[in-house]
């Protein structure tokens, strides 16, 4: 089935206006990332070329039918043979085969075998590649709305700190504070327009990612949803890695047309059978006005018996296919083992992180709301509101990044057990 087909809707959200500006949900981005993704394109066309692939393994199983002609313009001189005279003549002949295999030594039932593994290994390719895509799109979104959200944060920080910096100039040329609280001031504003320099460049750069992985515009991007429908323990999770894993499967397949590709190779020692019928026609051939017809039905054999070592290679080199490729097999499954315990552990790790951060921003806020009263009051010195502006900008700034990477943990766990 297409790839594409998973949001058939995407392509009507996507050819509605090349610059596509309007709220979008984490579901719309990933659907217009699939429509438009190259790598989902080329994964499909890679599928299509084994299906093809596999249509010409099956054919050599299916009758054949050929014909050969050929025509000329001549002289010819039978030198008095039958008292015929020398005479232009317009040689042809054409002939009709058709022709049935009977027994290939086991080649085209490897053949088609060796097809259908590389048809198979194609799909969870394609499947992988999508998997691929739908976790880069949901860390590309959280990223665009973290991206966004610092901006903001650290626009308003600059601001505060240069309003901070204005109003110590101010007391210090009243007399009122020190000229150290005007240096403070001044370099945590520095410091400020810095971070926003850096916020600004990472949203430039989120939005290109982001454009580049959906084709759309980050506008009005709304929130980051609960996570998705996760496996309820680890076990679950691995369970259904080991049995639905595209990369694992695709490990599998591989071992399967390595063992046809193998049994091909030995089949080449065995002869082939086949049955044919053929009719022919040759006018002008051996004399002027020549003419016979032909009908042959029959068996037709081939059998190499020796072939200079040909045979005897290929069979060692497709021996040693097969070894590597359960290699790579097992190879996989324990990296798919080590992959998906880390990934179930890194979604409970950044649940835990967004709930600390959302539980830090808040105390953050209620401490920076305290520390403007007691500095107002003379309580504290100016040095503990730089600090609190600072802490709760930062505190906030991770809350929207620890929101992206819960969500991307997620969705990389789901690509891992095959659930994108």
């Given at each position: ?9 995407a392509?009507?959200?996507?050819l509605a206006?090349?610059g596509?500006a309007q ?6 981005a990933?659907?217009?990332?699939l429509?438009?993704a ?7 066309a890679?599928?299509e070329?084994a299906?093809g692939?596999?249509q010409?393994?099956?054919s050599a199983?299916a009758p054949?039918?050929?014909?050969n ?10 030198k ?7 005479a ?6 054409a002939q ?5 295999p009977l027994?290939?030594?086991?080649r085209a ?5 060796r097809a259908r593994?590389?048809m198979?290994a ?5 499947e992988a590649v999508?998997g691929q895509v739908v976790?880069?799109?949901?860390q590309?979104y959280g990223?665009m709305?973290?991206?966004d959200?610092?901006?903001r ?10 309003e901070?910096?204005r109003?110590?100039?101010e007391r210090?040329r009243a007399?009122e504070t020190?000229s ?9 504003a520095a410091e400020?327009?810095?971070?926003l320099?850096?916020?600004e460049?990472?949203?430039?750069s ?6 580049n992985?959906?084709?759309?515009e980050p506008?009005d991007?709304?929130?980051i ?12 999770a ?5 049995g639905?894993?595209?990369a ?5 397949a591989?071992?399967?047309?390595a063992?046809a ?8 020692r065995?002869?082939?059978?086949s049955?044919?019928?053929e009719?022919?026609?040759v ?10 017809d032909?009908?042959t039905?029959g068996i037709?054999?081939r059998w190499?018996?020796f ?12 021996a ?7 290699a ?6 324990m990296?798919?083992?080590?992959q998906?315990?880390s990934?179930?552990q890194d ?5 835990l ?8 921003g808040?105390?953050a ?10 500095v107002?009051?003379g309580l504290?010195p ?9 802490e709760?900008?930062a505190?906030?700034?991770?809350a929207?990044q620890?929101?992206t ?5 997620a969705y990389r766990?789901r ?6």
């Amino acid at each position: 089935m297409s790839l594409r087909r998973a949001a058939p809707w995407a392509f009507a959200l996507i050819l509605a206006s090349p610059g596509l500006a309007q709220a979008t949900t984490l579901e719309e981005a990933i659907a217009a990332a699939l429509a438009h993704a190259p790598e989902i394109a080329a994964a499909e066309a890679e599928a299509e070329a084994a299906e093809g692939r596999l249509q010409q393994a099956r054919s050599a199983r299916a009758p054949s039918l050929s014909l050969n002609g050929t025509v000329g313009q001549g002289w010819l001189d039978p030198k008095a043979f039958f008292g015929l005279d020398a005479a232009d003549v317009t040689p042809r002949a054409a002939q009709l085969t058709l022709e049935q295999p009977l027994f290939t030594g086991g080649r085209a039932a490897a053949g088609i075998a060796r097809a259908r593994a590389d048809m198979a290994a194609a799909e969870a390719g394609g499947e992988a590649v999508q998997g691929q895509v739908v976790t880069a799109v949901v860390q590309a979104y959280g990223d665009m709305l973290a991206a966004d959200e610092v901006l903001r944060l650290y626009r308003a920080l600059a601001a505060q700190m240069t309003e901070i910096e204005r109003q110590a100039r101010e007391r210090f040329r009243a007399g009122e504070t020190p000229s150290t609280d005007v240096a403070q001031a001044a370099s945590r504003a520095a410091e400020a327009r810095a971070d926003l320099a850096r916020a600004e460049g990472m949203q430039v750069s989120a939005r290109a990612r982001y454009r580049n992985l959906t084709g759309l515009e980050p506008v009005d991007l709304q929130p980051i949803p609960p996570n998705p429908p996760l496996p309820a323990s680890l076990e679950d999770a691995m369970a259904t890695a080991l049995g639905a894993s595209p990369a694992l499967r695709r490990a599998q397949a591989d071992v399967e047309a390595a063992e046809a590709g193998a049994r091909a190779a030995r089949g080449e020692r065995r002869p082939t059978v086949s049955a044919f019928v053929e009719a022919g026609s040759v006018r002008d051939q051996f004399f002027p006005d020549y003419r016979a017809d032909s009908a042959t039905v029959g068996i037709r054999g081939r059998w190499t018996l020796f072939s200079g070592g040909l045979t005897s290679g290929r069979i060692a080199e497709t021996a040693a296919d097969v070894r590597a490729a359960l290699a790579r097999l097992r190879a996989a499954r324990m990296g798919l083992e080590e992959q998906v315990l880390s990934a179930w552990q890194d979604i409970h790790t950044a649940e835990l992180v967004a709930q600390a951060s959302d539980e830090q921003g808040a105390a953050a806020d209620q401490a920076l709301t305290s520390v403007r009263h007691e500095v107002r009051v003379g309580l504290k010195p100016q040095i503990d509101l730089l600090n609190a502006e600072r802490e709760a900008t930062a505190a906030a700034a991770a809350a929207a990044q620890a929101r992206t990477a819960r969500i991307v943990a997620a969705y990389r766990l789901r690509a891992l057990i095959g659930s994108a």
